[in-house]
């Protein structure tokens, strides 16, 4: 008869993680969770990262799991930790990020007694910002809720999964061999959309005046992409990335091909005249402000949509044809079956001549609007957002040819708008974003993507005001070496916010350039003083003569850790702005 094994219950978590392939566990050390992450120090697989915040902490294993795919363990003290860490969290489950929150609580003993640093019903905390959330209350609670956690982070429609577990329980002994394993497969499952559906749907690209295809956050493997090239390139398909905000979340199509025509936005000339939407992934349709109209008023639109959660299908249009499946394996087969259409169909297709031309005079038209606002020169108010986005994109465009990959974290927010239209994205993994909007995530997200690609150039391309809300990941990054590159857009304030004073009521004070707490300029933050005193080496730069010079000399290695302050042009606000249209912001 095989003996049971008596093992504490944090031996036992942790051993759970290795399991999973857990590489690093993110947090800050509290009474609650010392037992925790004593068995982590002993793993010969997981190390621990400590940081000086929990939102910090959090907003690592986000960029991690982002980068590599893998399950990011963080681990909170009790009610401080998980409050300070909501943020990012919520940044995380707006996305469905695969993280395991574990949250090590007050001796359950003293709960009845309202004891310091205690929450009745902590649970509540994160059950909204969480796919699943449970409160342990005995040891093979723990066992079963680890099992649990595994089947929804490889599930379809992931997200973070928080277990709160008392400190006398990690303490507790008990045998694990009549508990689950978490043997779960370690690739996330897909799903398959019908075959009957997906060549139905390509016969009806194929046919129509001018379908738009919205290409979701979902979609970052190369194999889907390269699929989708094929794809667009074969029926002369409009490319759009989805995004609520104006940046994007990944290089889910390569921007440097003639059928992408830049971010999903109802004010774009790609929408106008579309018989059909095809939503292929992402939120149809999420917008970061309110419209009275909607957005197909009047007009006969097919709208498609294919996503693995439910949910998602009509939620917020009408949708024609609602297709349950994987984004990614989706693309894949609409690729194989456009194939077959052409061998069918070998006639010239004059719908195809068509939407060749319009999407070549679409592509024409932003070319143009990009090189006139390249043109204008600089008046003294701060490097144009632009020359820096541009500037960047030449140095990594010339590392890039040697052999050196790269990729943006970015946070940049008005800047951001930049980044989408100048920077020419052209692989897959080079860029990180997140749709949700809380700040303080850039810095840290690129720490813990470094950790996950540390071959790879990791910038974080971040707001002044992104900044503020979340710099202690600069001593993580200064206390474990963690080379990366932070980019600081210092336009000396909040501008998307003072841009929404355009917005609600034309709210506007009469002679006033900017708004009641918008301004960071009184006294004027000290950025690079404050990143030096976080250990990391700070430089600024207020000529954009001398933004080259940086630049080269920072690229030129992937293992420099490094904060560059960049004094940007206050005046321009957002690239929609500077080009003289409606910005997204207002």
Not at 36 to 48: M, R, T
Not at 128 to 156: E, F, M, N
Not at 358 to 371: A, F, M, V
Not at 538 to 563: M, P, Q
């Amino acid at each position: 008869m095989k003996a049971f094994v008596k093992q504490l219950i944090a031996d036992v978590v942790v051993a759970s993680l290795e399991r999973q392939d857990a590489k690093y566990a993110f947090g800050v050390p509290g009474s609650t969770t010392v037992s925790l992450i004593n068995s982590i120090s002993n793993s010969k697989k997981i190390k621990f990262i400590t940081s000086l915040n929990e939102n910090a902490s959090l907003g690592m294993a986000d960029g991690y799991a982002r980068a590599s795919g893998r399950i990011a363990p963080v681990i909170l003290h009790t009610t401080p930790g998980l409050s300070t860490a909501l943020p990012n969290l919520y940044n995380s489950f707006v996305d469905n990020v695969p993280l395991l929150i574990i949250v090590g609580d007050v001796n359950s003993k003293s709960l009845i007694r309202e004891p310091g640093l205690a929450l009745n019903r902590l649970e509540d905390l994160a059950e909204r910002v969480t796919r699943w959330c449970y409160y342990a209350k005995s040891p093979s609670d723990v066992l079963t809720a680890l099992d649990r956690t595994t089947a929804i982070l490889k599930s379809p429609q992931p997200g973070p999964c928080c277990l709160i577990i008392p400190e006398d329980i990690l303490e507790m002994q008990d045998d694990t061999t009549k508990y689950p394993n978490n043997h779960h497969a370690s690739q996330r499952t897909k799903i398959y959309p019908e075959k009957e559906q997906i060549t139905q749907l390509v016969s009806l690209i194929n046919d129509s005046q001018w379908p738009v295809l919205i290409i979701g956050r979902e979609v970052r493997e190369k194999e889907s992409v390269n699929s989708l090239v094929e794809f667009s390139e074969r029926l002369a398909i409009p490319v759009l990335l989805e995004s609520p905000y104006p940046s994007a979340y990944s290089m889910s199509f390569p921007q440097d091909n003639q059928n992408y025509l830049g971010l999903f936005r109802r004010e774009s000339d790609v929408i106008k005249g579309a018989d059909m939407i095809i939503g292929l992934g992402g939120q149809l349709f999420t917008e970061r402000k309110f419209y009275n109209e909607d957005l197909f008023d009047g007009a006969e639109v097919k709208v498609v949509h294919i996503h693995e959660n439910p949910w998602e299908l009509g939620k917020n249009i009408g949708t024609d044809f609602p297709i349950i499946g994987t984004p990614e394996v989706a693309a894949v087969m609409l690729n194989e079956a456009s194939k077959g259409l052409v061998i069918k169909k070998s006639n010239i297709n004059s719908n195809r001549q068509n939407r060749r031309m319009r999407i070549n005079e679409i592509h024409s038209k932003k070319n143009d609007e990009r090189d006139k606002l390249d043109s204008i020169p600089s008046d003294g108010s701060g490097i144009k957002p632009w020359k820096l986005v541009n500037t960047l994109y030449q140095v990594l465009s010339v590392e890039q040819k040697r052999g050196h990959e790269f990729t943006i974290v970015d946070e940049g927010v008005i800047t951001s708008s930049y980044l989408s239209e100048f920077f020419i994205f052209t692989k897959p993994g080079s860029l990180i974003g997140r749709s949700a909007g809380c700040l303080g995530w850039g810095v840290n997200a690129a720490i813990g993507a470094k950790l996950a690609l540390p071959n790879r150039k990791v910038i974080a391309f971040v707001g002044d005001g992104a900044l503020m809300f979340c710099p202690q990941g600069l001593w993580t990054a200064a206390h474990y070496e963690i080379p990366i590159t932070v980019i600081v857009c210092n336009n000396t304030g909040y501008l998307s916010v003072d841009l929404s004073y355009d917005s609600f009521g034309k709210r506007r004070l009469e002679g006033k350039v900017s708004h009641v707490g918008t301004e960071i300029s009184e006294p004027p933050l000290n950025i690079v003083e404050l990143s030096d005193a976080l250990g990391v080496k700070g430089v600024s730069v207020i000529n954009e003569k001398d933004l080259l010079t940086v630049l080269e000399r920072n690229a030129s290695s992937s293992e420099i850790l490094e904060l560059i302050d960049v004094h940007t042009d206050p005046k321009e606000r957002g690239y929609e702005g500077s080009i003289g249209q409606n910005s997204a912001w207002t």
